[in-house]
């Protein structure tokens, strides 16, 4: 079984590209040897398969929201709602959260709990859940 790292392969793949034109033994054959090597490199580089990461976002600029409607057993509500997200408060702690929209004004909403985040401070940063395994 062959070892498999991840890896942030930009700073690589730039220090190829510079090997590449730098490449200047004084023998044609032997920089024409090199840079083949390294193109070769660069190739598996580019072939290889890409990992998404998950970035914080700023709160200020929250996930996008559509309009839903909910019951709470006593009362029907309509409003604009986001997609559950992972929320970094300003006392450091970490939520399931979503982002609501009411009366033109949005706020931060900690899942299953009516807060609104007061006792773990604004939320300073969220991020997408990432998807789901496709196996």
Not at 85 to 90: E, G, N, P
Not at 119 to 134: F, I, L, S
Request: negative net charge; contains cysteine; proline residues 5%.
């Amino acid at each position: 079984m062959s070892e498999r790292m991840i890896i942030d392969a930009l700073p690589a793949r730039n220090n190829i590209l510079l090997g590449i034109v730098a490449t200047n033994t004084g023998n044609a054959v032997v920089d024409a040897m090199i840079q083949g090597a390294l193109r070769a490199c660069l190739e598996e580089l580019d072939d290889a398969p890409k990992v998404e990461v998950q970035e914080w976002r700023r709160a200020s600029d929250p996930p996008p929201t559509h309009n839903e409607t909910w019951n709470d057993g006593n009362e029907t509500y309509s409003g604009e709602t986001s997609m559950k997200v992972w929320a970094h408060c300003a006392d450091g702690t970490q939520h399931e959260a979503h982002y609501e929209i009411h009366d033109g004004t949005g706020q931060w909403f900690v899942e299953g709990q009516d807060d609104r985040f007061d006792e773990h401070g604004n939320v300073t940063h969220w991020m997408y859940y990432p998807a789901a395994p496709k196996d």
